[in-house]
């Protein structure tokens, strides 16, 4: 096959040649950025990673595979906990968290036995126990020592002879 370059002018050649180079796969430039681009997207891939492991766990309960296995169980106990009718407004007020009880028909519910927990939905703090004392017909009181300023939730059972009922409420302290 003869390749005849007269149509080129020599000076053209001679321009592409010094532009692009007649070896351009093996420019140094490109042995230098091309790692250098591996090195962003891995040093990227790497703090998020170490961000994500070493911030909060992301577990909502400590025993979570086993509520799993046990899952048949918990929606019996739902299935229960809805036939009572027990409905339960919590709220903060002046360093107490306030818990009204009432049953399906709306009176008040007395002589419960309110016991809970104060979580922080976000972070590594320490579940504070919490114990509710009636202090009017259907009105239950625990004191509130948030550390922290934010979202606090409270899970919490409510017992009366052999009725009981598991509920949550978020608040937000400011």
Not at 110 to 123: A, E, I, N, Q, S
Request: aromatic share 12%.
């Amino acid at each position: 096959m003869n390749r005849s370059f007269s149509h080129l002018d020599v000076d053209a050649e001679r321009t592409m040649l010094s532009t692009f180079g007649s070896k351009s796969w093996r420019n140094r430039y490109l042995w230098i950025v091309f790692p250098l681009m591996f090195l962003v997207v891995f040093s990227a891939n790497g703090a998020l990673v170490y961000f994500a492991v070493s911030s909060w766990p992301g577990l909502a309960y400590e025993n979570a595979s086993e509520r799993g296995r046990k899952f048949n169980q918990v929606l019996a106990e739902e299935s229960l906990e809805n036939r009572l009718g027990w409905k339960f407004d919590l709220r903060h007020a002046d360093g107490r968290i306030v818990l009204d009880a009432r049953d399906a028909s709306g009176a008040p519910l007395v002589d419960l036995d309110v016991t809970g927990t104060l979580v922080r939905p976000v972070g590594n703090f320490a579940d504070q126990p919490l114990r509710f004392h009636p202090t009017s017909s259907g009105r239950y009181e625990a004191p509130l020592d948030a550390p922290m300023k934010g979202q606090w939730e409270v899970r919490f059972a409510a017992e009366h002879l052999s009725d009981r009922v598991h509920s949550a409420g978020r608040f937000f302290v400011r």
